[in-house]
């Protein structure tokens, strides 16, 4: 088994993906990659020439509203001073998370389409991946940040301001964005290790992780070994956590003798729920289900759910149940710009 297989430099490589200067460092590859491959190819959603027209104006849409609607999420929550809270400061930062996240992969098969060339670099394929494993796992502990909010807010609402201090609040988001790094850089400086014998084609609109290390002719137990590891523990650690958060949320509310309460109090997190419930569905039944239970179609759907659709629902479940939201939105969109004369 290899053990050293690349060389660290000082320089910096500019990211395919549009808007985005990579961290991660030059990586001289040495025993990986043997075959000399120098792309891959990312067949996409469909070979059907109409469907692909189709899903790419789809796509385009999908993410146009995406990103207008995560930058109008952060504008919002920036000009009103009543939202400068724990919460709406995890949400703003969630909100462009998923800006980035859905950079990572859709500009890339947008281009391929116009372009009608669906090849992929390997060092992009590689960069790829690496963001899109990092701003997962953002995306993953940020939502935790909330669940621990709302679980503060419930059940401890007079310690609240003493505990979701604005350090803590700092540190949350740090921990969150440094964990991640180093994730997806272990999991991409792995996956150089690997030798790819003449087989380029992924079944996907992006290069993933799982994917790939199917297309490799190489050992990938150290691989497999970090992804059921390090991987897991990115994604099921926050998601116990947010279970523990819900669970003494409702322990709390069910204490609450009036029912508009209880209400009330189940409100404030029917939107963080909604937005759970979609991100960890279809995470954990792509990843953490035996494959003989679903193919690589479902997969990609699932993909295209927790990559695409929930990044682009997210404004809609937050403004639309959230009376202060709405209220700044407004509040915002009808304010008239002051002139300077």
């Not at 990986?32 to 385009?60: A, C, R």
């Not at 803590?168 to 180093?182: A, P, Q, R």
Request: aromatic residues 12%.
């Amino acid at each position: 088994m290899r053990i050293a297989c690349i060389m660290w430099t000082t320089n910096m490589e500019t990211s395919p993906v549009k808007g985005f200067t990579t961290l991660i460092p030059e990586i001289n590859i040495k025993g990986g990659n043997q075959s000399g491959i120098s792309e891959f190819i990312l067949l996409g959603l469909s070979d059907n020439p109409k469907e692909q027209t189709l899903l790419f104006f789809l796509f385009l849409l999908m993410y146009l509203i995406t990103g207008l609607g995560n930058l109008l999420i952060i504008l919002v929550i920036r000009s009103s001073s009543c939202l400068h809270t724990p919460m709406y400061f995890f949400l703003s930062n969630l909100s462009l998370v998923d800006i980035c996240f859905t950079s990572t992969t859709i500009p890339k098969m947008l281009a391929n389409h116009v372009s009608g060339n669906k090849a992929i670099p390997y060092a992009g394929c590689l960069t790829q991946v690496f963001f899109f494993i990092m701003f997962a796992g953002i995306d993953s502990m940020l939502l935790t940040a909330m669940a621990y909010d709302r679980y503060v807010a419930i059940s401890a609402p007079l310690h609240y301001s003493m505990i979701m201090t604005s350090k803590v609040c700092f540190i949350l988001v740090v921990v969150s964005w440094i964990w991640s790094y180093g994730n997806a850089l272990t999991h991409t400086i792995l996956l150089t290790c690997l030798s790819f014998c003449g087989h380029t084609e992924i079944p996907h609109f992006f290069c993933d992780l799982s994917p790939l290390l199917n297309l490799a002719c190489s050992d990938t137990f150290i691989n497999d070994l970090m992804v059921n590891t390090v991987g897991a523990l990115t994604i099921i650690i926050p998601f116990i956590g947010i279970l523990i958060s819900y669970s003494q949320i409702v322990v709390t509310v069910l204490r609450i003798p009036s029912t508009v309460g209880k209400w009330k109090a189940f409100s404030t997190c029917f939107s963080h729920l909604t937005v759970v419930s979609l991100f960890y569905g279809t995470i954990i039944g792509v990843y953490f289900s035996p494959t003989s239970t679903h193919t690589a179609q479902q997969d990609t759907v699932a993909a295209v759910m927790y990559t695409v659709v929930t990044p682009m629902l997210n404004p809609f479940i937050y403004s639309l149940r959230n009376k202060d939201m709405k209220e700044a939105l407004i509040k915002l969109l009808t304010k008239k710009p002051s002139l300077n004369l």
